[in-house]
T-cell receptor, first 115, second 114 residues
């Protein structure tokens, strides 16, 4: 499968624990995006990378959240001291260039449940 | 700030029927892009169709077509000859020119019944 891959698919954690998600984009894609989707809502933008540079962050990305894309390949999204409000689907997407020119391909997401 | 509104939380039609999903948006931008994405149950979101705001002609992709009304800020999706595999959440999304942040609506859950 050469699509966008996310790991794990599901994560249940206790409040206060740290969690880390991984996204492997399509190999030649230099843009990578993170979105959060809560139940019954559309995805909300969190951040995006062009190669290894993080170029934009949403206000939704509090200081408990950090995203990295070392070497411009895979990306990780870490949430520290998780709260119940962090429960959501975390979606990763990638595109060859800007998404006004090329299609963004989404992964299947990581569903986080904080108990 | 841009907003996207999908006023139909759920829709249900019979197989082979035509269905139209509504989307309105609010922006002060003159150049932008609009998209419809499909999210099947437990599967990844895929792009259905896109429209550049500077193009007057409505986009068409096989059974999927849009009715883009720029002055009314309306962007509806028509699915002709609906199939069981069209069952999914459908999201309308907005992208200002030069931006990288998609703004999504709340989604419409479409069910195609046999």
């Amino acid at each position: 499968d050469t699509g966008v891959s996310q790991d794990p698919r599901h994560k249940i954690t206790k409040r206060g624990q740290n969690v880390t998600f991984r996204c492997d984009p399509i190999s030649e894609h230099n843009r990578l995006y993170w979105y959060r989707q809560t139940l019954g809502q559309g995805p909300e933008f969190l951040t995006y990378f062009q190669n290894e540079a993080q170029l934009e962050k949403s206000r939704l990305l509090s200081d408990r959240f950090s995203a990295e894309r070392p070497k411009g390949s895979f990306s990780t999204l870490e949430i520290q001291r998780t709260e119940q409000g962090d429960s959501a689907m975390y979606l990763c997407a990638s595109s060859l260039t800007g998404i006004s020119n090329t299609e963004a391909f989404f992964g299947q997401g990581t569903r986080l449940t904080v108990v | 700030a841009q907003t996207v509104t999908q006023s139909q939380p759920e829709m249900s039609v019979q197989e082979a029927e035509t269905v139209t999903l509504s989307c309105t948006y609010d922006t002060s931008e003159s150049n932008y892009y609009l998209f419809w994405y499909k999210q099947p149950p437990s599967r990844q979101m895929i792009l259905v169709i896109r429209q550049e705001a500077y193009k007057q002609q409505n986009a068409t992709e096989n059974r999927f077509s849009v009715n883009f009304q720029k002055a009314a800020k309306s962007f509806s999706l028509k699915i002709s000859d609906s199939q069981l595999g069209d069952t999914a959440m459908y999201f309308c999304a907005f992208l200002p020119q030069g931006a990288q942040k998609l703004v999504f609506g709340q989604g419409t859950r479409l069910t195609i019944n046999p």
